[in-house]
T-cell receptor, first 115, second 112 residues
Framework: AQSVAQPEDQVNVAEGNPLTVKCTYS??????LFWYVQYPNRGLQFLLK??????LVKGSYGFEAEFNKSQTSFHLKKPSALVSDSALYFC?????????????FGRGTSLIVHP | DAGVIQSPRHEVTEMGQEVTLRCKPI?????LFWYRQTMMRGLELLIY????????DSGMPEDRFSAKMPNASFSTLKIQPSEPRDSAVYFC??????????FGPGTRLTVT
């Protein structure tokens, strides 16, 4: 079985400050991890993914995520937040060894960046 | 590529009516997903197709919901009869098997 948790419904950060959106996962095998962003009245857009290799993954719009196997986490980060980063962020995981090609999505975290 | 195309973008219908949502996946993608998003329940997977074959429909709420994929370039999600609790945004997404998904813009369904 696979699962993902986003422990924060909402994250508030001031513009220019670093931001972190948390994600933890559970899989039987090796994880295939994703972050997506959803702006109001839009579909989800892909930000970045981790399969193997460097634990720090860089993605779109200056976002990056750090894979931590021991903590089973894949937190999304950005060094300096913009007001335009305000959106709903989803973490997703797929178990590469599970035989299923269906990812499991978290419930989403609303990021609010204050001017 | 135009991305995943969904139609209509908005649908308002009365309870009891049939509703058909349409999706055109990205050319070459062999996986297609239908999701439903509400404030209360978040993003829910309804059904997953691979190579036009339904693989997992465990998320389909009940018999009122049905989905088809007659060919690699078209899929429908039908609700018959519709109920107010079906009001939600319905997303279609496509991918190459196991890879990242490309989401459509969604169909906002309102059942009165």
């Amino acid at each position: 079985a696979q699962s993902v948790a986003q422990p924060e419904d909402q994250v508030n950060v001031a513009e220019g400050n670093p931001l972190t959106v948390k994600c933890t996962y559970s899989v039987s095998g090796n994880p295939y991890l994703f972050w997506y962003v959803q702006y109001p009245n839009r579909g989800l857009q892909f930000l970045l993914k981790y399969i193997t290799g460097d634990n720090l993954v860089k993605g779109s719009y200056g976002f990056e995520a750090e894979f931590n196997k021991s903590q089973t986490s894949f937190h999304l980060k950005k060094p300096s937040a913009l007001v335009s980063d305000s959106a709903l962020y989803f973490c997703a995981v797929r178990d590469m060894g599970g035989g299923s090609y269906i990812p499991t999505f978290g419930r989403g975290t609303s990021l609010i960046v204050h001017p | 590529d135009a991305g995943v195309i969904q139609s209509p973008r908005h649908e308002v219908t009365e309870m009891g009516q049939e509703v058909t949502l349409r999706c055109k996946p990205i050319s070459g993608h062999n996986s297609l997903f239908w999701y439903r998003q509400t404030m209360m329940r978040g993003l829910e997977l309804l059904i997953y197709f691979n190579n036009n074959v339904p693989i997992d429909d465990s998320g389909m709420p009940e018999d009122r919901f049905s989905a088809k994929m007659p060919n690699a370039s078209f899929s429908t999600l039908k609700i018959q009869p519709s109920e107010p609790r079906d009001s939600a945004v319905y997303f279609c997404a496509s991918s190459l098997t196991g890879d990242r998904e490309y989401f459509g813009p969604g169909t906002r369904l309102t059942v009165t």
